[in-house]
Structures are given as structure tokens and as C-alpha cells.
């Protein structure tokens, strides 16, 4: 029997070689992303249709209403514990579906997700996404309302402070809700990477500051202005109440539809600039 020389063999063996590349390029493949039917700027505002986006906008909505009349209604022992209770898990849900928003987003998601059952998460996560946002939040724009508090007016550096605050804002909110950890809050990173990209990060700042005016200075100009910590407290807390919980319709729908938009802007701005911004996720 006649072996088979080296020579012979090498081809073969270059060519299954080839063959196996192939196919783990086939099998891996990314698949494409969809592609926008409308101008940017006019299908953004469609984002929330979505089968899933809708019915999210209105457990939004009703969620509030139906904490208040249903606990206080008939658990009138320990009403104001459980509504607490339920709230803070209402809150938690939102918070974490606007960041999911962002998450699909950055992958290139075009309307507002679907989220499976096995998709939602524990008590626990649903109270960590609160205190995340919170606390990225609080790193913007506590320095402008310590001060506030302090001086009791708004003078030029109070201006300057909250200036601040709103243009870190988003790349602080980007980086909490993609490393989903206190840990990404790094100044550093986040000072790096606003200056990586900082031509178009001043554009979507101005886009955000634009929602953001729209529908929080009526509110900030109705009420009363705090002159204190506790004071300040209750301020936040009115505006949640009118945001998030029962107060006005109108300032209710506007904040989480722009919500609903301004997470997804964040995603794609993270999906167009991820190579320039080299987060290694």
C-alpha cells in the first residue's frame, strides 16, 4: 500500500482548515441591524409603538392609581407601609424597563422591547435599579441642590452647578444602566469619555436638555421652593408625585413618552460610538 506523502496531505488539510472558518463564520454571524423607515428625527418619536411599548405605557399610567385606590381602599391597616411597599417596586419596574430600553437600544433595537417573563427580575433587582438611578442622578445634580438649599435662591453659580449636572447626566445614566454597577460612576472614565466624543455628546445633551425643559419647568416653577434639607425632600417627592404617581395626567404621559425617547437616543448613541468610547462590553 502507497502512503501518503506530506505533500499530498497539506492541501487537504488546508482546505478543511478553510472549510471549518467558513462555516464558524456562517454559524456566528451577527445578523444585521434593522433599518429605520422614516428620517431619524421623526421615527424616534415612534419608538414606544410597539405592541410591548404600549402596554408598558399604560401599566406606567395606571400603576400609580391602582396602588393608591386598591391599598387605601381596602388594606386600610398598614395603608401607608404597603404603598410604600408597592411603589418602590412600581418604581423599580420602570426604572428598570427604561433601562432595558437603553440596553436594547445600543444593540440596535428600533422599538421599544419585549420583555419575557424569564426576563424580569427579582425583588431585589427591581430595588437596585431604583437606588442605581437614583444615585447616578444624585452624583449629577447634588451639588446644585445642596447649594440651593443653602443660599435659598438661584444665583449664577447655582446655574453653572445644575449646567453641570444635566451635561454629565447622560453619560453617567449610560454608564450605570451598561455596567449596571455603582462601580462604572468612575469620574475618570466618565470625564474620558465625554471628551472621546464630545461634539456629537454636546448634541444629544441638547436634545435632552430640550425634553427635559419641556416637561419639568411648569412643574419646577408650580411649586414651592424648598429652603431646606427636608424641605428639598418633600420637593422630590412632589415631583415624583406628578411624574410618576397620580398627579396630572398631562405631565405624566409627557415625562415617561420622553423617557421612553431620550433611553432610546442614549442606546444609540452608545451603538454608534462604542468603538471610540472602548468600554470592552
Known sequence: M??????????????????VEKLKQEVFKPEPLPKRTLPWFIDIFLYPFSLSGIINLVIFI?????????????????????????YLLFLG????????????????????????LYDLPDKTEFCSQVFLIIGAVAVCLFPAIVYYIGVQH?????????ALGIFF?????????????????????????????????????LIFFVFTGFVLSPLILHLPT??????????????????????LFAYKLAFIYLAFISSHLLGRFYLKYKNILDWGI
Open 62 to 86: 395606571v400603576t400609580p392609581l391602582l396602588i393608591k385606590f386598591v391599598i387605601l381602599g381596602f388594606l386600610d391597616l398598614f395603608s401607608g407601609f404597603m404603598t410604600l411597599i408597592f
Open 226 to 247: 424648598p429652603n431646606s434639607l427636608v424641605g428639598g425632600l418633600s420637593y422630590v417627592s412632589s415631583l415624583m408625585y406628578y411624574l410618576l404617581g397620580t398627579g
Open 154 to 162: 438661584g444665583d449664577l453659580v447655582f446655574w453653572i452647578l445644575a
Open 2 to 19: 502507497e502512503g501518503i506523502s506530506p505533500n499530498q496531505s497539506a492541501p487537504d488539510s488546508e482546505k478543511l482548515r478553510s472549510a
Open 93 to 116: 419596574y420602570f426604572f428598570y424597563y427604561i433601562g432595558y430600553c437603553v440596553f436594547d437600544s445600543s444593540k440596535g433595537g428600533l422599538r421599544a422591547p419585549d420583555i419575557n
Open 169 to 205: 447626566l447622560p453619560m453617567v445614566m449610560l454608564m450605570a444602566v451598561l455596567f449596571d454597577s455603582v462601580n462604572a460612576l468612575n469620574p475618570f472614565v466618565i470625564i474620558s469619555s465625554i471628551a472621546k466624543t464630545f461634539m456629537p455628546y454636546c448634541g444629544f445633551v
